[in-house]
């Protein structure tokens, strides 16, 4: 199980998925990208990520690092300081959540 996955990988595997053998993976697939499509936002066929919960707290922090809300993380002092799941739930509440293959995921 991947702990990002992207939907355009998705839409990629239906078309290796055999109807008759593979029913359940289709429907799977299907319903998350029913579901997704409902909430508007970034379209199924330009991408949506879906960060797994596992993978959450570790993107977050990489986020904050990416946009430059510390810099130089690595060697900053500051990076013990943070309380890195309160910044993560605090993201979470830009985001939407679904379950795929028994697992949670985050993505907008």
Not at 34 to 57: L, R
Not at 61 to 67: G, K, L, S, W
């Amino acid at each position: 199980m991947s702990d990002i996955i992207d939907s355009r990988d998705l839409e990629e595997e239906l078309k290796t998925l055999d109807p008759k053998e593979d029913k359940e993976e289709i429907k799977e697939i299907l319903e998350l990208k029913k579901e997704v499509s409902s909430y508007g936002g970034d379209s199924w066929e330009h991408g949506i990520i879906f960060i797994s919960e596992y993978e959450w707290k570790d993107y977050c922090e990489n986020f904050a690092e990416d946009v430059g809300y510390i810099d130089n993380l690595d060697n900053n002092p500051l990076q013990h300081c943070v309380d890195w799941d309160q910044w993560a739930d605090n993201m979470s509440m830009d985001y939407s959540s679904v379950e795929f293959r028994g697992q949670s995921y985050y993505y907008r």
